[in-house]
Structures are given as C-alpha cells and as structure tokens.
C-alpha cells in the first residue's frame, strides 16, 4: 500500500526558498517507470502542478514557476523533496506530493498535504 | 491560470442529477486525452473519482459517471446525495509547450440543496 506524507517548515519568509520533503512509503522511489509529483493548492483556490521527479533523475516543472523550482530524490531516505526559491505571498499553499500512475496519467496517490505560508 | 474551465458551483436537491463540465482545448481534451476526475473535502487531499474518462476506481458508487465529447468532458452525479458536497476537480495532459504536462480544471463547488 502506497502511502506518502509531506514534512517541511510550515512559514517561510518572503525572499527565502521553500523546502518541503515527501517521504514514501509501500514502493522504491527508484522503481522503474515511476513519477513523483508536487502540486500545491491556494487557499480557497484550484490545484496546480509544479513538476515531477522521474526514477532516472529527469526532472520537469510547469513553465510558470519560471525555473525557481527544483525536485530531488534520496533513495536511502525513499524520499523526494521539492525546493521553490524567491518566494512571495503568492506561494502560500497546501503542497501535496503525489504518485501520477504515467506522465499522461492520473494522481492515484496523494499525500495529505503540508500548509507553507509565506510571511515575515 | 488553469487550461481547463469548469462552472463554479452546481446545486441540486437530494436525488436529483448534476453535471459539471469541464472544456478544454485541441491541445489536451481534444486531443484525445483520458480526462479524470477529483473530488475533495475541506481540509483533505483531492481523491480520485473517475479515471481515464469512464471509468470508476473501487468504492466509487456508480451514482458518479464520466464522459467526453469533442474538447469538452463531463461528470454526472445521479441520486445526489447529501454526503456528495463536496469540491470537484477534472484533470488530463495538455501537449503544448506553453503547458504544464498535468492540468487541471478550475474546480466545481457541489451543493446539495
């Protein structure tokens, strides 16, 4: 059984980079194939994909994040982390990551989601 | 800043249908890609309803059903029920480069009157 959780600081000061890690559990990070995501959610707002973590490393972010995220994977720790730097109140969000089941799939598994708010 | 347009809200009484539509363009739904189907709660991650258009994971009542015509897809929900309001979201992969490989529709808010 899959199973992902989200951990990381919950307030960040504008300017500053966000860090948020994933930790995975029930499947190998490394597994071949396989996709690792983040997608965060404005409150009260719609859901929007940041990138993804191939188990070969590639990595692929949405263009309108305009290269200030990174995604990275620790297959000693089964974890992936996401880093979003130069953040403003508009990064403020619940961050899920989760498991698409192919790059033109759907999420069939979702972490429960870690608030990050941006403020000084 | 999402490339797939949903109705805000939609409301029926207890047993009624509600559709919510979900249009996009050639470059995702008309492009002959699976659209899939969200729904979540307050305070709780999106959980998958209806995947590759169609079809219903395990524990999904039938009462929710998918479609898709043309660059537009839809989400039917027969015998609404109370414990059905809920947000919901639609989703599928968009091939332009300007996109963001996943998108998602702008969400529709289920009241149940």
């Known amino acids: 059984q899959l199973q992902l959780q989200e951990s990381g600081p919950g307030v960040v000061k504008p300017s500053g980079t966000l860090s948020l890690t994933c930790t995975v559990s029930?499947?190998?990070?490394?597994?071949?194939?396989?996709?690792w995501v983040w997608i965060r959610q404005p409150p009260q707002r719609g859901l929007e994909y940041i990138g993804y973590l191939h188990n070969s490393g590639t990595t692929y972010f949405n263009p309108s994040l305009k290269s200030r995220a990174t995604i990275s994977g620790d297959t000693s720790k089964n974890q992936f982390s996401l880093r979003l730097n130069s953040v403003t109140a508009a990064d403020t969000a619940v961050y899920y990551c989760a498991r698409p089941t192919s790059r033109r799939g759907y999420f069939d598994s979702w972490g429960p989601g870690a608030l990050v708010t941006v403020s000084s | 800043q999402s490339v797939l347009t949903q109705p805000p809200s939609v409301s029926g009484a207890p047993g009624q249908r509600v559709d919510i539509s979900c249009t996009g363009s050639r470059s995702n739904i008309g492009g002959g890609y699976d659209v899939h189907w969200y729904q979540q709660f307050p305070g709780t991650a999106p959980k998958l309803l209806i995947y590759?258009?169609?079809n219903r994971p395990s524990g999904v009542p039938d009462r929710f059903s998918g479609s898709k015509s043309g660059t537009s897809a839809s989400l039917a929900i027969t015998g609404l029920q109370a414990e059905d309001e809920a947000v919901y979201y639609c989703q599928s992969y968009d091939s332009s480069m300007s996109a963001s490989d996943y998108v998602f529709g702008t969400g529709t808010e289920v009241t149940v009157l």
């Open positions: 590759d258009t169609t």
């Open positions: 029930g499947v190998s990070i490394d597994t071949y194939g396989h996709l």
